[in-house]
């Protein structure tokens, strides 16, 4: 599975911006799809995460500020962010996981300004 995450940027504090991850291969098999982060001097951290039934999870941080959700298609996953945060910012990655393999985006940058 391959991955493109589009949509990071540079955003005011208390802005939205919406992050999408196109997925392309043999998707018939997954299991999960989720966005992670890792800012600087950090470890990546677990944002949120959809399983393929439809449950979802979130870090605490960003419970009732960030929504994950999957398209029609079933090929792209995306993360709304609202009342973002300077402490939101770093690079943001997709993760895909499948019966087989587990696969990472190369990752799209946010920064928050305050």
């Known amino acids: 599975v391959q991955l493109l995450e589009s949509g990071g940027g540079l955003v005011q504090a208390g802005g939205p911006l919406r992050l999408s991850c196109a997925a392309s291969?043999?998707?018939?098999?997954?299991?999960?799809m989720g966005w992670y982060r890792q800012a600087p001097g950090k470890q990546r951290e677990l944002v949120a995460t959809?399983?393929?039934?439809?449950?979802?999870n979130y870090a605490d941080s960003v419970k009732g500020r960030f929504t994950i959700s999957r398209g029609d298609a079933k090929d792209t996953v995306y993360l709304r962010m609202n009342s973002l945060r300077p402490e939101d910012t770093g690079v943001y990655y997709c993760?895909?996981?499948?019966?087989?393999?587990?696969?990472w985006g190369q990752g799209t940058q946010v920064t928050v300004s305050s």
């Open positions: 291969g043999s998707l018939s098999s997954v299991i999960a």
């Open positions: 993760k895909v996981e499948t019966l087989f393999s587990t696969s």
């Open positions: 959809l399983t393929r039934g439809g449950s979802t």
